[in-house]
């Protein structure tokens, strides 16, 4: 069965900026940046010949983003990321209210470095999970279960050109936000932008008495859960925003794992995948927008877009990537009855894929373990560490695996077996109960193929 990056050969062809197949459908969407004649095309640049030549008679629909010439790519949402290509260039006016001065801070306002133009204030709360996931960097003085803002990386960290500590400003500098008055954080963590990625996501540091896990316009219920699990059944449905430039918009998903080419800053085009792409709900200074289903769950977060269309990051590929957890509410946060809520729409303490967790090369067969049994090996008590068992069944060969954090590595032992049976073998962790635990334990298993995340 074809996937989507069976497909990224057409994205050498001159004005097509993205793909997106629909295995379930087997129907393949091409994004071009304007739709031409098939005269004025070479046939390099053909993407029916392309198709034809490579002996692939799938349905094809070619889709127009919006762009009135060629280009390379879509564009990340803000206009210049303050770095030497050049004088930092204005972003729109923002949506009445939106480059306000907001304490505490909700999602959706007008928010950005300092050193930049204007963007919107992204997803809150989220805690650091794991602060050496290994396609993140980190300040060195992050922990696990520190608190922290999202937006993309372009905006919080200038596209990889960023320090940490840089302050991020609320309202953006555009806005008339000054570092003497209204910096709220610090750059604390991003996902460098790299070719082949699949976010792009910064993290900053904030006073939870300053900010609030509310977005701006917005039912205050939501987000009412985090999506995390089957993106493809998102085909067609709704998805709505708040943002600082276009206020709260809402537009039709029509791609759920595209690999599009985005033009970021003064970098050649970078090719994410795996993305979200909705018809037009943005305009430059939505960058760092959050993005919710219909049923109020928080489903992606803004970066890119054109006219015709908006490309959002899967909101459980932020996670992964950044090694955070979004939240759904404030940890300390107390209902009208007085309790304390489960702070979130929790990561499963484990499943039976882990195919969340694992960083795979789409190009290559790489094996993935599951999850046989966990066993405790005493009373689990606050405050107390206690030795946890985790026994996979997987093909043969070097798997790594984590529990809250803690790593190993496991081997499954090469033996006569039918083709794709698993065998099994087991890995010993001692995990920290902390000291304030109620009556459930939530613990984060993860795992893969040793190479597949740096160990």
Not at 288 to 295: I, T
Not at 380 to 386: L, Q
Not at 431 to 450: A, Y
Request: charge should be negative.
């Amino acid at each position: 069965m074809p996937s989507t990056p069976d497909y990224e050969f057409l994205l050498e062809c001159e004005n097509v900026i993205g793909v997106d197949y629909d295995e379930d459908a087997e129907q393949l969407t091409v994004f071009v940046s304007q739709k031409r004649p098939k005269s004025a095309l070479d046939a390099a640049d053909d993407v029916e010949t392309r198709l034809a030549d490579a002996g692939d008679d799938v349905d094809v629909t070619v889709v127009d983003a919006g762009y009135g010439e060629t280009r390379e790519g879509f564009d990340a949402l803000d206009a210049n990321t303050g770095t030497d290509a050049g004088p930092i260039e204005a972003v729109p006016e923002a949506a009445p209210g939106r480059q306000d001065r907001h304490r505490p801070v909700p999602g959706g306002v007008s928010e950005i470095n300092a050193n930049s133009t204007a963007a919107t204030a992204g997803p809150y709360p989220a805690r650091v999970d794991d602060p050496e996931a290994s396609a993140a960097r980190w300040r060195e003085d992050a922990a696990a279960g520190d608190l922290v803002r999202l937006a993309n990386n372009h905006t919080y960290a200038r596209s990889n050109a960023a320090e940490f500590g840089e302050l991020i400003l609320q309202p953006s500098p555009q806005d008339g936000g000054t570092a003497d008055a209204d910096a709220v954080g610090e750059l604390v963590g991003y996902v460098p932008i790299a070719d082949d990625g699949r976010v792009d996501v910064a993290a900053r540091s904030v006073d939870p008495a300053r900010e609030t896990a509310t977005y701006y316009e917005l039912d205050e219920s939501w987000p009412t859960g985090v999506y995390r699990d089957d993106y493809a059944a998102l085909r067609g449905e709704t998805v709505t925003k708040t943002g600082r430039t276009s206020g709260v918009t809402s537009a039709e998903l029509a791609a759920t794992s595209a690999s599009v080419r985005v033009d970021v800053g003064d970098q050649e085009p970078v090719l994410f995948r795996e993305q979200l792409v909705a018809g037009p709900l943005s305009e430059p200074g939505d960058s760092g927008s959050p993005v919710f289903l219909d049923d109020g769950a928080l489903v992606g977060l803004l970066f890119a877009g054109s006219s015709q269309q908006t490309i959002c990051n899967r909101i459980a590929a932020v996670e992964t990537e950044l090694g955070v957890e979004v939240l759904t509410a404030e940890p300390d946060e107390e209902s009208e009855d007085g309790t304390t809520p489960e702070p979130t729409a929790s990561v499963p303490v484990y499943t039976t894929t882990m195919d969340h967790t694992i960083d795979v090369d789409l190009a290559v067969e790489t094996p993935s373990p599951t999850l046989d049994s966990l066993a405790f090996g005493g009373e689990i008590r606050s405050g107390d560490s206690v030795d946890v068992t985790a026994t996979i069944a997987a093909a043969p060969g070097t798997y790594w695996l984590a529990i809250d954090g803690e790593r190993t590595t496991v081997t499954v032992p090469e033996t006569e077996r039918e083709e794709n049976e698993t065998e099994t073998a087991t890995a010993t962790i001692t995990v920290s109960i902390p000291d304030e635990t109620d009556d459930s334990l939530s613990l984060r298993v993860r795992g893969g193929p040793v190479g597949s995340l740096d160990q």
